[in-house]
């Protein structure tokens, strides 16, 4: 008897110090209540939890439950409950949506965490014409089960992990224990271990603290919301990083050509997919290279350019006060300005209000000779080029990296350009993504998603 009460003695200290852990928190619940001569208690958050999930699997069978020893029964046989042995995370749990549960001198965990965001929703970022539509959610959960659906093999290894020391986000690691680098995901994991920060929700942020290097440009991991991308990697034996609370997955290790292939390319027959390709990389070369050509051959080398077009840009420069440096500076950041504020503008009026103000603004300082009007034709093919490298993050280096070479192109001329594409040639072949070089032609083999996709109700073998 003295045993028992101690117990329950023990207990209400921790419910108190529960209480004074919790004191700011007015959505903390503490319902307590007799129960055949037991004295039981419930411990949740209201906002995370789901009311009607703990009406229905705890109160319920409480209630139809004659004896004591049939409702723990009840309890331990839910999928997501446990019992607590350790009383020193018990803040955690209640903070990751669990009910504490005290009865019979026990303390158990239920998970009775509210469902938000679990629907897909359209492929807003990495758009495809013939492929799949739907995109991830925002749920850890439901995101596994699309990529289970999709990729139905024995061999698929799902391990998760928390980050953040306040946020305590949860992410699963995924990768096919056939195909994956062990390398890799040691490094991976190692990588993860050493994430000190307080807050993580999204997997940009996720891919920032994990590069190798703390201050970089180009992304080595990419980072993608389509399940058919996602699937597609796992079967060439690279590593996925799924994350709550956002629909866009890491994919890791990523090399170059990768944020360049387009999904619509595995759905494309061969010569359109060639050529689809083809148009990508000229407009890479376009939007890289085409301001900082133009201030070298207006400026330095007009020369290698033929007699008649060379007088074609000098005539069209006759009115414009100022070199050819300011003139693409101005129409450059003037482009950024209104790819910046598309973004920031609601979705309703923020594409007619950068198309109209693009125009007005072209026309504008073409009349006024603060441009010319050649510059107006080099500006659209640079933004439009830009605009064709498919992954994102890829897009946002590429525009940072222009700036340097016009600096060098007005420094130097076209030797200033050469020179800072042999340097960036050289920083790529010296980038590695995890352990991979960042140059590398091919990760994998694409014979695997024919496999996978032949025996979908299997293993691979």
């Known amino acids: 008897m003295e045993g028992g009460k101690h117990k329950l003695r023990s207990q209400l200290a921790v419910i108190n110090a529960l209480k004074q852990e919790f004191e700011g928190a007015k959505d903390l619940i503490i319902h307590s209540f007799e129960y055949y001569e037991q004295q039981i208690c419930l411990i949740y958050l209201q906002d995370l939890c789901d009311a009607d999930k703990i009406k229905t699997d705890i109160i319920q069978p409480l209630m139809l439950c004659d004896k004591e020893s049939k409702f723990l029964l009840h309890i331990l046989s839910l999928s997501n409950c446990e019992s607590i042995q350790n009383k020193r995370y018990l803040g955690e749990y209640i903070i990751s949506g669990n009910v504490l549960i005290f009865i019979s001198n026990g303390i158990y965990a239920f998970n009775a965490i509210r469902a938000m965001n679990t629907e897909s929703v359209e492929s807003a970022v990495e758009t495809s014409v013939q492929g799949p539509q739907k995109a991830f959610s925002h749920d850890l959960s439901t995101n596994i089960a699309i990529i289970r659906k999709r990729y139905p093999s024995n061999k698929l290894s799902i391990e998760y992990q928390t980050v953040g020391t306040i946020s305590k986000t949860n992410i699963a690691i995924l990768y096919d224990s056939n195909y994956a680098d062990k390398k890799v995901i040691d490094e991976l994991k190692s990588r993860l271990k050493r994430v000190k920060m307080d807050v993580i929700q999204a997997a940009g942020q996720l891919e920032r603290i994990l590069s190798d290097k703390k201050i970089h440009l180009f992304p080595t ?21 799924a994350m709550d609370g956002t629909p866009f997955t890491l994919i890791t290790p990523s090399v170059f050509f990768d944020f360049i292939a387009s999904m619509d390319d595995l759905y494309h027959s061969f010569w359109i997919k060639k050529l689809l390709q083809s148009i990508r990389y000229i407009a890479l070369i376009i939007t890289l290279v085409l301001p900082a050509f133009y201030i070298a051959i207006t400026s330095y080398n007009p020369e290698i350019l033929r007699s008649q077009l060379t007088l074609t840009i000098a005539g069209s420069r006759a009115g414009v006060p100022y070199p050819s440096f300011f003139e693409v500076l101005f129409m450059m950041l003037a482009v950024e300005m209104l790819i910046e504020a598309s973004i920031r503008l609601p979705r309703v009026i923020g594409p007619t209000a950068t198309t109209v103000g693009g125009l007005i603004l072209g026309q504008a300082a073409q009349q006024a000779q603060l441009v010319s009007s050649i510059m107006i034709i080099i500006t659209a093919f640079v933004a439009i080029s830009n605009f064709t490298i498919p992954i994102s993050a ?68």
Do not use: H
């Open 221 to 241: 991991m990419m980072i993608t919301e389509r399940p058919d991308r996602t699937v597609s990697n796992l079967a060439q034996g690279k590593v996925i990083i």
């Open 394 to 461: 890829m897009s946002f280096s590429i525009r940072c990296i222009r700036y340097p070479l016009i600096i060098l192109a007005t420094l130097f001329g076209l030797v200033g350009l050469v020179g800072g594409m042999l340097v960036l040639i050289c920083y790529f072949a010296n980038k590695r993504s995890f352990g991979t070089p960042f140059l590398a032609i091919e990760w994998g083999s694409s014979d695997k998603i024919e496999t996978i996709t032949e025996n979908p109700k299997g293993g691979q073998s």
